[in-house]
């Protein structure tokens, strides 16, 4: 790990205009993923700034009866929330599938919205990583592909987007609220959040320099039945090959949102009216346009057999 400098600011706006004035500064909360890249010298900030101690770890009512989200809300506080559990349950279960109960002690919702691709060419620094190094080149293209995207990704960069709790965000239509450097706030649709990798996969949200998440908004509740399913190669603390994130409501208004698959939480607005005519039909709107490399090809079928769990589970 390379030597860094180190400080605790005292506001969101103060925070913010330090990492924006700060050559190769980086905010610090629970650093469950940053901490860990700084080891293998990924990433490599000359100053973090701490924003532990300022006050965003509440989960408070809004005037219209949603939810905001502290940005430094720990993963666990958040799923165990009472009124996290009742109405918006999908959350709630998709953080559970989410990481190892001491990690979810530390992780913080702002740092879950903003981890890294866990794509094994990323983490060998040995490797070409447009993701880590611009313009190296893509080792995961023509390589083992078999935990990769098969849409939405690029000729540049194949990962796929790692938290489960985006694809639960994305489908309840949460918002992020942000500060920037210059005090002025933000609210960006969690369906805008993050990008696609295009010719700049280094540029993983939209989030300007300095720019710091201070909560999240979810809506008024939907109701209905809310499911995550998450398929992994094993039990505990193992990233999704595919999930479902699903809001399944008798009236209309269903939603469904797939993990795994892309570069970013996936969803298609025109899947979502697709469901009352089943999984196959829900997943070919999903992936249409898919691209799958020949390791994970499979990803297709099991997309569609995972979404036919959720909806017959939704129904028992």
């Known amino acids: ?12 706006a103060q925070a913010a205009a ?14 469950t993923n940053l901490l860990d890249l700084m080891k293998l010298e990924i990433e490599t900030p000359t100053h973090l700034v701490d924003v532990n101690g300022l006050g965003l770890d509440q989960i408070e ?28 349950a999908v959350l709630s279960h998709a953080l559970v599938a989410g990481a190892s109960g001491q990690l979810r002690n530390a992780a913080t919702t702002a740092g879950n919205l903003l981890q890294r691709t866990r794509c094994p060419y990323f983490y060998d620094t040995n490797m070409p990583c447009n993701k880590r190094k611009p313009g190296s ?16 990704h ?5 990962a796929t987007n790692p938290s489960d709790m985006a694809v639960a965000l994305r489908a309840l239509d949460a918002t992020v609220e942000t500060i920037q450097a210059d005090g002025k706030t933000r609210s960006i649709p969690i369906a805008d959040f993050h990008r696609l990798p ?8 939209v989030l300007n320099r300095g720019e710091m998440i201070t909560g999240v908004v979810l809506p008024k509740p939907l109701g209905g039945v809310q499911l995550y399913r998450k398929v992994r190669d094993r039990a505990s603390y193992a990233f999704a090959i595919v999930s479902v994130a ?42 249409r346009g898919a691209r ?15 979404v036919a769990a959720v909806l017959a589970k939704a129904k028992a």
């Open 1 to 12: 790990m390379k030597a860094f400098t180190y400080e605790r600011a005292s506001s969101p």
């Open 18 to 31: 330090i990492v924006a004035r700060t050559p190769g500064a980086k905010f610090i909360a629970g650093g």
């Open 61 to 88: 009512p809004t005037p219209d009866g949603g939810l905001r989200i502290g940005a430094m809300v720990r993963n666990t506080d958040l799923a165990a929330d009472m009124r996290v559990r009742r109405d918006y």
């Open 137 to 152: 080149g893509c080792g995961a293209i023509g390589g083992y592909t078999r935990q990769h995207a098969i849409i939405g």
């Open 154 to 158: 690029s000729e540049a960069c194949i």
């Open 198 to 205: 295009g010719d700049t996969p280094h540029i993983e949200t």
């Open 246 to 287: 699903a809001v399944m409501r008798p009236d209309g208004g269903s939603r469904v949102a797939l993990g795994g698959v892309a570069h970013k939480p996936w969803r298609v607005e025109a899947a979502d009216a697709r469901l009352p005519d089943g999984a196959r039909a829900t997943t070919a709107e999903l992936l």
């Open 292 to 306: 799958p490399q020949q390791e994970n090809a499979f990803k297709v079928i099991l997309a569609e057999r995972t």
